[in-house]
Nanobody, 128 residues
Framework: QVQLVETGGQLVQAGGSLRLSCAASGRTFTSYTMGWFRQAPGKERDFVAAITWSGGNTYYADSVKGRFTISRTYAENTVYLQMNSLKPEDTAVYFC?????????????????????WGQGTQVTVSS
């Protein structure tokens, strides 16, 4: 049974920082692409960031580039999302996700359909 558990979401003021964590269990995730998506009320689930198994490739949505950083630790089977300079429009439920297969093409990690496993999400609220 694969499980992804997100933690770290909370209420924060605009301009502040948060670090989200996603602990993976049930398999060895060293060869998986890991990603973060977010969903605001009434909106679709949007790509935020992803990192390939080697950590050699990282991907970011234009809206978070330069403010968010994705990283992973293999020993702990954990992926992180460091979020700085938060804005009210970053308010959403943030979901961790994992894909078993390597990307077939470069931008595939930006697509939700690429991923096999999803966490339950953690709420991030940024007040103005």
């Amino acid at each position: 049974q694969v499980q992804l558990v997100e933690t770290g979401g909370q209420l924060v003021q605009a301009g502040g920082s948060l670090r989200l964590s996603c602990a993976a269990s049930g398999r060895t995730f060293t060869s998986y692409t890991m990603g973060w998506f977010r969903q605001a009320p009434g909106k679709e689930r949007d790509f935020v960031a992803a990192i390939t198994w080697s950590g050699g490739n990282t991907y970011y949505a234009d809206s978070v580039k330069g403010r968010f950083t994705i990283s992973r630790t293999y020993a702990e089977n954990t992926v992180y999302l460091q979020m700085n300079s938060l804005k009210p429009e970053d308010t959403a439920v943030y979901f961790c996700t994992a894909a078993r297969s390597s990307p077939l093409y470069y931008n595939q990690p930006r697509e939700w359909a690429y991923y096999d496993y999803w966490g339950q999400g953690t709420q991030v609220t940024v007040s103005s």
